[in-house]
C-alpha cells in the first residue's frame, strides 16, 4: 500500500515514513504543497498524510484540489491546527480523518487501519491467490493456513503483485510502487532481491515455504511480463554462504538496506548486534535535533543500546513528569522501539548534590520515580507489553562524567533507556565502597 506524506518539517516527516515503513507500508515525502499536489494527482497512492502549514500552496488548497481530481482518495489531515474552526473546514472539504500534533504514532497506525477498512470493498483488503493470503489491514501473510513473516519490501512486494495478478507487470514499475526509485529497466535488482528473499524466508526455518512463496510470485506473472526468463524455484535448502554474501552486495549497492545473513552457529549472536546497529542508525535520524542539542545522547555497551535522556530536555528540576515539550521526541523513541521485541531496562540516574523538596525526600526517590514514570508512560501511552520493561533507581552511584563541575552533573542527571540485546543481560555490579539500591521492578 503506497501512503504520501505531506509534511515540511524534515525530521517529523522521517519519524512517521520509518514507522509506517516499519509497518509494510510504501512511502513517500513531498515537502511543500506543490509537490503533493503533483505528486497526488499523477502517482497512483492509496492514502495522503496532509500537513495543513504548507509552503508554495497550503494543505486546504491541496485537499479541495484532491477532491476534485480523486474524489475517492482518503486523506487524513495531520496538523497542528486543533481549533474547531480548522477541524470543521477540513472535514467539510473532505478530510476523512483529522488528528492533531502532537500525537502518539499508534494512534496514528490505528487511524490509518480504519481508513485502509473504510475506504476497500472487503474482497479487496485480504488478497488472495490459490491459497496464499495476503492481509492488507492486519499485515498479515499466510500460506495454507501457515503465517509467514515478511520484511517491509517483502511484503510490499507480494502485496503489489497479489493487487496486479494478470497485468502486465515490469521491473520499471515494482521498482516505482515497491521501493519508490526509477532505475533503469534493465537492473536485475527485482529479480535479485526475490531470489534473496526466498533463502531468507527460508533461513527463517520456514521450510519449503520458500519454495511457495517464489512460485506465486512467478505465477503472478512479474518475469514473463518483464521479458525476463524466470528464475527456477530451488529445491534444495537455502543459497550457500559466498552467494548469499554476492546478492547482499548488489543489494547494497541498490540501496535496499536489508540485513546480512548469518550462519547458525552465530545467528543469536551476530544478528542482535546488526538489529542494534540498524536501531541506533534510525534513532540517531530520528533524534537528530535533541542530539545535537544534547538532550539525547546514544552509545553502545556491553549490554546493548543506551539512549540517554538529558534531565534539561526531559524533567523540570526535582520532577519526576515528562515535559510536554519532550512528548513528540518521547513518540518518535516509542515508534521505533514498538517495532522491535527487545526487552528494555529504565535507568534514573542522578548528580551527587542531595535533593530534598516536598515531594522528594532523596536522590534515589527522584531516579526511582523518573525511571517508573517512563515505564509507565510505555505501557499506557503506547501500549508496551509490561513483560518487556523493568526500572531502576541508581541515584549517584552510576555517574557518566565528573561531578565536579556544573556541565557533568548536568550529564548524570539523566534516565536511561537500555535497549538490552538477547544473550547479553548486565547487571552492575555496586562500586567499591559504596551501597547501590535494589532496582525497583513494576
Known amino acids: 500500500m503506497r501512503i504520501l506524506i505531506a509534511e515540511d518539517d524534515e525530521a517529523l516527516a522521517r519519524f512517521v515514513r520509518q514507522g509506517l515503513e516499519g509497518e509494510n507500508y510504501s512511502v513517500e515525502v513531498a515537502s511543500d504543497g506543490e509537490q503533493a499536489r503533483q505528486a497526488a494527482t499523477d502517482q497512483n497512492f492509496e492514502l495522503v498524510i496532509l500537513d495543513l502549514n504548507l509552503p508554495k500552496i497550503d494543505g486546504v488548497s491541496v485537499l479541495r484540489h484532491l477532491r476534485l481530481k480523486k474524489p475517492t482518495l482518503p486523506v487524513l489531515v495531520l496538523t497542528q491546527r486543533t481549533r474547531v474552526e480548522d477541524r470543521v473546514e477540513c472535514l467539510d472539504t473532505g478530510a476523512d480523518d483529522y488528528l492533531g500534533k502532537p500525537f502518539s504514532f499508534s494512534e496514528l497506525s490505528a487511524r490509518i487501519r480504519a481508513l485502509v477498512r473504510r475506504s476497500h470493498l472487503p474482497s479487496e483488503s485480504v488478497l488472495q491467490v490459490s491459497d496464499l493470503k495476503l492481509d492488507r489491514v492486519s499485515r498479515l501473510v499466510e500460506r495454507a493456513g501457515r503465517k509467514i513473516e515478511l520484511t517491509t519490501k517483502e511484503f510490499a512486494l507480494l502485496e503489489y503483485l497479489m493487487r496486479n495478478a494478470g497485468r502486465r507487470i515490469t521491473r520499471s514499475m515494482i521498482l516505482e510502487h515497491v521501493w519508490n526509485l526509477t532505475f533503469d529497466t534493465t537492473t536485475n535488482v527485482v529479480d535479485v532481491y526475490i531470489n534473496y528473499a526466498s533463502a531468507q524466508v527460508d533461513q527463517r526455518k520456514i521450510g519449503r515455504l520458500a519454495m511457495a512463496i517464489q512460485t506465486a510470485f512467478q505465477q503472478l506473472g512479474v518475469f514473463p511480463a518483464s521479458g525476463a526468463a524466470q528464475i527456477p524455484v ?68 556491553t549490554d546493548g543500546l543506551v539512549i540517554s535522556l538529558r534531565e534539561f530536555g526531559f524533567f523540570d528540576s526535582g520532577s519526576v513528569s515528562i515535559k510536554p515539550t519532550a512528548m513528540p521526541a518521547l513518540d518518535r523513541i516509542a515508534s521505533l522501539l514498538a517495532m522491535r521485541t527487545c526487552r528494555l531496562r529504565i535507568e534514573g540516574h542522578t548528580d551527587n548534590v542531595p535533593i530534598h523538596t516536598a515531594q522528594i525526600t532523596s536522590n534515589w526517590e527522584l531516579s526511582t520515580g523518573r525511571s517508573t514514570e517512563l515505564v509507565r508512560l510505555l505501557i499506557q501511552r503506547y501500549r508496551f507489553a509490561p513483560e518487556r520493561l523493568s526500572a531502576a533507581g541508581y541515584a549517584e552511584y552510576h555517574p557518566i562524567a565528573s561531578n565536579a563541575t556544573p556541565q557533568g552533573r548536568a550529564q548524570n542527571r539523566r534516565v536511561d533507556l537500555v535497549i538490552l540485546s538477547e544473550r547479553l543481560v548486565r547487571v552492575a555490579p555496586p562500586q567499591t565502597g559504596s551501597s547501590k539500591p535494589s532496582p525497583a521492578v513494576p
Do not use: F, G, W
Request: proline fraction near 10%; charged fraction near 30%; charge should be negative.
Open 234 to 301: 530451488p529445491a534444495v535448502p537455502p543459497l550457500p554462504p559466498d552467494t548469499v554474501q554476492a546478492i547482499e552486495k548488489a543489494k547494497q549497492e541498490a540501496e535496499l538496506h536489508r540485513l546480512p545473513p548469518v550462519t547458525d552457529d552465530q545467528a543469536d549472536t551476530d544478528s542482535s548486534d546488526t538489529d542494534l546497529s540498524l536501531l541506533q542508525s534510525e534513532l540517531q535520524q530520528a533524534l537528530e535535533k535533541e542530539i545535537s542539542e544534547h538532550a539525547v545522547a546514544l552509545h553502545r555497551e
